[in-house]
């Protein structure tokens, strides 16, 4: 296997409120984690910055004029109770957007086989109208888009197993069918959605998952559910929300998911991968907000996408 790391140099210039959980020590965390002498076959690139009109692609017409419009000239401004935007936060969007596009250019012209992508503030919360989460634009839904427009790609999937619903992605693409969105996640949690019957045009699995559920039943869920369902669909790329927050130690969430249950669905998410469209995966970083359980899930996710075994 060859494996893109996509990092972003400009990750700090969204800030943050002191305490925030989604903050720059994240990046630094993954970053850190990945200079380990075991990731020397990376291929290594910084993300250049990504074209902003793009968003057009998964919101509407007017989301980033209002997005700017929230952006303060310095300091930090509110959108809602939980997502802010700083002076630079549209610079930090635009590279993590320009690295979720270059990995998807290098997974399809056959450069790489996978990438994974170390960037934020991270996406899948974006709705079409509403910025939320943490979220500001919706990066995975976006490249998801563009994989379609620039690659003719007819079936395109996403796997989400951040333990927070991607309502945002969900709402995107609920009534398109050559988008399929299958999503593991804790409920009840924020943001309350996710239900089983939540499922767009047949193209939405949602498969909830209660408090204190841990590896054995995670595996049970995606070997019932959403490894067939993603198989039967035989996307063209294959996208994964990458988020760590279902690891035992996050504080914002209760499931009991360690290290190797990372490394255990992203090898399954890569038997699919090859079978179905040409091993082309890319993953992008979402959630998980303990620095010591984010480095190890993204050191477990990353270990597997590059050597196909721990």
Not at 126 to 134: C, D, H, W
Not at 170 to 181: G, H, N, R, S
Not at 218 to 244: C, H, K, N, Q, T
Request: glycine share 10%; charged share 20%; net charge negative.
């Amino acid at each position: 296997m060859t494996t893109l790391l996509i990092s972003q140099a400009n990750f700090e210039s969204h800030v943050t409120p002191s305490g925030h959980p989604e903050r720059a020590d994240r990046v630094r965390a993954v970053e850190q984690a990945l200079s380990h002498d075991r990731f020397a076959p990376l291929k290594r690139r910084m993300a250049p910055s990504g074209d902003l009109s793009l968003v057009q692609l998964a919101h509407d017409r007017d989301y980033l004029a209002r997005l700017r419009d929230a952006r303060p000239a310095e300091g930090i401004g509110q959108i809602d109770e939980d997502t802010f935007i700083s002076a630079g936060s549209l610079d930090a969007a635009a590279t993590g957007l320009g690295g979720a596009l270059a990995a998807l250019d290098a997974v399809a012209m056959g450069e790489v086989d996978n990438a994974f992508c170390a960037i934020r503030p991270p996406g899948h919360h974006a709705e079409i109208v509403n910025p939320m989460g943490f979220c500001l634009i919706n990066t995975i839904a976006i490249t998801a888009r563009e994989a379609q427009r620039k690659y003719g790609a007819e079936r395109v999937a996403i796997v989400d197993f951040d333990v927070h619903h991607g309502n945002g992605t969900q709402d995107i693409f609920k009534d398109d069918p050559t988008v399929f969105y299958a999503s593991s996640h804790q409920m009840p949690l924020y943001p309350g959605t996710g239900r089983p019957d939540e499922h767009g045009v047949g193209n939405i699995l949602n498969v909830p998952l209660q408090a204190g559920t841990d590896g054995e039943a995670m595996r049970i869920a995606y070997l019932e559910a959403i490894l067939p369902a993603i198989d039967a669909f035989s996307p063209d790329f294959l996208f994964v929300s990458a988020g760590f927050d279902a690891d035992y130690r996050d504080p914002l969430a209760q499931l009991n998911w360690h290290p190797q249950d990372y490394a255990w669905v992203t090898g399954k998410l890569m038997d699919i991968a090859e079978r179905r469209c040409g091993n082309r995966l890319v993953s992008l970083l979402e959630g998980g907000y303990d620095l010591h359980g984010l480095a190890e899930g993204v050191t477990s996710h990353v270990t597997m996408l590059q050597d196909g075994t721990l």
